[in-house]
């Protein structure tokens, strides 16, 4: 995993021109820092383990997925937010992600502003619009430039833990059975996806979603199953992930001139935890509780001393090790259930045919 990492970060050129990033919490890289919102993390100990020790706003200890990814395609920069980004540096991609954000605009709204799919795509066509000012006002040129790049988009989690799961903010457990809520996330996230490609968008990475249901922060609330974990919420999460595999075989099949592939989170996150060095499985690493800031780390409070042993950095996200994990998988599948219909490194050799 590491090897992988280190070889892609000494490469001369990146593997695709750019890189451009949507989703949530799990990729936000400082895009909520000047929202009014309780989903930020712009404070210590966030970043401890980040070059410098600086708490950037990413919900970690150190790199996200998205971070990680980015060295494997070779690039030498972090990929910027979206919020503080200037100059030629979005020409080299983007990252929308917002923590609380959704599928479902509405989608952890309790917690204050967040940036949803629909916004992301809507500051992401106002991007391409300035690239083609900064590529000579040349759109043609530009939308082959584009759909070299790759694209990576993960969204659905809030519309579980932050919406669906909180029958007290949100009515749609009370509207929807877990099916139905299901087939009207992935008919809107579709809608999204064909959206993403008429603003250029050609190499597609649509990551699944995780087990939400294993938390610290749900576990607490709703008490763990004889799985360890909040069966309900993994189940309901089941049905999402298995439509997703064929909404990529539908995008593929109706936008010929473009590759969605689907990463399979939750086959990466399976097995067993210390075969990686994993102990501590079900406890924040930070001092951390879901009556304090929506279960994000207290601010100041040192963490554990040996981040690599714990799966979870607050009470709902990865620690950086895991993240490594992940990226590593969803860029080299590891088995072939990791990726369909194949992986992020297969998908950025890939050569599309120049729009016309």
């Avoid at 759109?139 to 579980?160: A, E, P, Q, R």
Wanted: with cysteine; proline share 5%; glycine share 10%.
């Amino acid at each position: 995993m590491v090897w992988i990492l280190q070889l892609a970060s000494t490469s001369a050129e990146p593997q695709v021109p750019c890189y451009f990033i949507f989703g949530d919490s799990l990729v936000d890289n400082g895009n909520n820092n000047n929202l009014f919102t309780e989903a930020k993390v712009n404070y210590p100990p966030y970043g401890v383990d980040f070059p410098g020790g600086v708490a950037t706003g990413r919900f970690s200890n150190g790199l996200n997925t998205a971070d990680i990814l980015g060295k494997l395609l070779g690039f030498a920069n972090y990929t910027p937010p979206h919020a503080t980004a200037q100059g030629r540096d979005i020409v080299k991609g983007l990252n929308y992600g917002s923590g609380g954000a959704g599928i479902l605009s509405e989608s952890g709204r309790h917690l204050g502003q967040n940036i949803g799919l629909d916004r992301q795509l809507f500051n992401h066509r106002l991007t391409v619009f300035k690239i083609i000012g900064l590529q000579g006002n040349n759109s043609t040129f530009t939308k082959n430039y584009l759909s070299k790049c790759i694209y990576t988009v993960g969204m659905g989690n809030n519309d579980y833990i932050n919406n669906y799961f909180m029958p007290d903010k949100y009515n749609s457990s009370n509207k929807y059975t877990p099916e139905q809520f299901a087939d009207v996330l992935i008919q809107q996230y579709s809608k999204q996806l064909n959206t993403l490609y008429t603003y250029g968008a050609r190499k597609v990475a649509v990551f699944g979603l995780g087990l939400s249901g294993c938390t610290p922060a749900k576990i607490a609330i709703f008490g763990a199953n004889a799985s360890g974990c909040v069966d309900k919420i993994n189940d309901a999460i089941a049905l999402f992930n298995e439509r997703l595999k064929p909404m990529v075989d539908d995008l593929n099949k109706n936008l010929t001139d473009s590759k969605y592939i689907y990463i399979n989170t939750t086959n990466i996150s399976l097995g067993d935890p210390s075969s990686a060095g994993f102990t501590v499985v079900s406890s924040p690493c930070c001092t951390a509780s879901i009556y304090f800031g929506k279960g994000q780390c207290e601010p100041g409070q040192g963490p554990c001393s040996d981040r690599g042993k714990y799966v979870f950095w607050d009470e709902f996200h990865p620690t950086e090790k895991v993240n490594m994990g992940t990226a590593s998988r969803s860029y080299m599948a590891a088995s072939k259930l990791d990726s369909y219909p194949m992986d992020i490194r297969s998908l950025a050799l890939l050569t599309i045919q120049p729009p016309q």
